[in-house]
């Protein structure tokens, strides 16, 4: 398990998150959906407290394994991601400012999000447990 530390934070969040273009066109298919990952990939770059663990697209969405700082909350992060990367996809390929969409259009408002990791009952277990581990009564396995 990979836990991430920021000045007055250690964490381990892992969301899943998924967004579809606007009218849920089919712009993500071949090289611009290998491009659309790249650039969610490197959203890391400029913006560290979200990173990214897996990415992949479909035609029309895309689906993001990721990681937010307890300090960024997940509609901040979403909002990060589209808004980099439709400007991005603007900038490479002109014609969807022309022919797709308006200037500022590319995703679709909305967006689907679930927590991904330890179920409730480890975590139940875990705090029930505590102490206990600790002189030798009880193993956890997580």
Same mark, same amino acid.
């Given at each position: #398990? /990979?836990?991430?530390? !920021? ?5 381990? *969040?892992? $969301?899943?998150?998924? +967004? ?11 090289? #611009?959906?290998? $491009? #659309? %990952? ?15 663990? /897996? =990415? ?10 990721? @990681?937010?700082?307890?300090?960024? @909350?997940?509609? !901040?992060?979403?909002? =990060?991601?589209? %808004?980099? *990367? %439709? ?5 490479? +390929? ?6 797709? +969409?308006?200037? !500022? *259009? +590319?995703? @679709?408002?909305? $967006?689907? &999000? ?8 480890? &975590?139940?277990? $875990?705090?029930? #447990? !505590?102490?206990?581990?600790? @002189?030798?009564?009880?193993?956890? %396995?997580?």
């Amino acid at each position: #398990m /990979e836990y991430r530390r !920021q000045t007055h934070a250690v964490y381990h *969040t892992r $969301y899943h998150i998924v +967004f579809s273009t606007k009218f849920r066109r089919k712009l993500l298919k071949g090289g #611009m959906g290998r $491009y #659309m %990952a790249k650039l969610v990939k490197g959203i890391e770059r400029d913006h560290p407290e979200i990173h990214i663990v /897996e =990415v992949n697209t479909d035609e029309d969405h895309i689906h993001i394994l990721c @990681s937010i700082a307890p300090k960024v @909350s997940v509609a !901040q992060a979403v909002g =990060v991601i589209k %808004a980099n *990367t %439709a400007h991005e996809m603007k900038k490479k +390929f002109p014609f969807l400012v022309t022919g797709y +969409f308006d200037k !500022q *259009t +590319f995703w @679709s408002i909305g $967006y689907f &999000v679930s927590t991904v990791g330890i179920t409730e009952s480890i &975590v139940k277990r $875990y705090i029930d #447990m !505590q102490g206990k581990e600790d @002189s030798g009564q009880a193993k956890l %396995a997580l």
